[in-house]
């Protein structure tokens, strides 16, 4: 309940007891036991009225707590009579529950527009400190600072500003640092690159290849040891391509003869195996003729043995052609003859046949 007042807090207290089913002259009793505290927090409700709710000063800041104090403490001791009374019977104990939550449900809400006031600039103090170290925060981020090991939420404005300058200065020298470091190895690198053309220069009037060895950092002592070395292979290898190249001629000098005796050779020999191959086709050729000449005679022989056998086995065939079948009386032998017809005519027919292949 909010906004209470001495015009309508009795109406309410009387309902609430009519409500409550409870003996009238018991209600009376209990509801005058909450009546002054009723009565505490319409004065109290007055002074908070006159309390700004925004920008309120130190003075305000004091009497909001002091209020909210006498609230509670007007509260906790409704709250202890309550307690006394429900000790005593159930019914009694509603009642003075809801009589107490009209107490509780009123001084709340004011308890806490209190303890707004009062802890107004606590606040406000709370956000500005917050937004100070946002801010710093951002800026140790900008410039990569370290703020894990450092409390820059609370530092004050001098030793935060006193922080970043000797951030800045770090930052600043090491940047210089940095600079002088980089002439110092591009003047470093300006003179291996003056160095590294006049020894390629060198080699290539040796006629020495650079790309062998990392000539560029390479002590001069080094470089004078290495030149010497290639010079020395340089003069070994001309020397080995011209024994190379004497051997050369001498090699293909004696190859040069070989290849015109073996062409000598390869020429007589081809004269012999010409010879050879003449007479190998006459002495076939002569061949040949025997032995065609022996077989036309093997084949007459042979036809002169085979013709009387040729001549016995046809007159073989004209006997069976000229034996005659008996004269039969029944169908059975009938049909014995007819069969020994047929296998007669089949005998002659493969005599006949056979002695043609004679």
């Not at 209470?4 to 009238?24: A, K």
């Not at 600039?121 to 170290?133: C, S």
Request: charged share 40%; proline share 3%.
């Amino acid at each position: 309940m909010s906004n209470l007042t001495t015009q309508n807090y009795d109406g309410q207290l009387i309902q609430i007891v009519e409500q409550s089913n409870i003996e009238p002259t018991k209600g009376a009793q209990m509801m005058e036991l909450f009546v002054p505290y009723f009565k505490r927090m319409d004065e109290v409700e007055r002074k908070i009225s006159i309390l700004p709710a925004e920008n309120p000063s130190k003075e305000d800041c004091e009497m909001a707590k002091a209020i909210r104090k006498a609230l509670r403490d007007n509260r906790l001791e409704a709250e202890r009579i309550k307690k006394q009374g429900k000790e005593s019977v159930i019914i009694e104990g509603r009642l003075f529950d809801n009589l107490y939550n009209i107490i509780d449900n009123s001084s709340k809400p004011l308890e806490k527009r209190c303890e707004a006031i009062e802890k107004w600039h606590e606040i406000e103090e709370a956000k500005r400190i917050e937004a100070v170290y946002q801010e710093r925060k951002a800026l140790c981020d900008e410039l990569e600072a370290d703020t894990v090991f450092v409390n820059i939420r609370q530092m004050s404005d001098e030793q935060f500003q006193a922080y970043i300058d000797q951030i800045k200065a770090a930052k600043a020298a090491k940047a210089e640092a940095d600079r002088i470091e980089a002439e110092r190895l591009a003047a470093e690198e300006r003179k291996l690159d003056d160095r590294m053309k006049d020894r390629l220069k060198k080699l290539a009037a040796l006629d020495i290849d650079g790309n062998l060895m990392n000539i560029r950092l390479m002590p001069d002592e080094q470089f004078d040891t290495f030149v010497k070395s290639e010079q020395t292979k340089i003069a070994e290898r001309a020397a080995a391509v011209k024994a190379a190249e004497d051997a050369r001629i001498k090699a293909a000098k004696v190859a040069e003869e070989q290849r015109i005796a073996r062409e000598a050779a390869e020429k007589e020999a081809e004269k012999v195996r010409a010879e050879l191959a003449a007479a190998k086709k006459a002495a076939e050729l002569e061949a040949a003729k025997i032995a065609e000449a022996e077989r036309l005679k093997a084949e007459s022989d042979r036809a002169a043995l085979l013709a009387p056998d040729r001549d016995k086995l046809a007159f073989l065939v004209t006997i069976i052609y000229g034996i005659k079948m008996p004269e039969l009386q029944t169908p059975e032998a009938g049909r014995i003859a007819a069969n020994v017809k047929t296998l007669l005519r089949k005998v002659t027919a493969y005599i006949e046949q056979e002695a043609d292949k004679l």
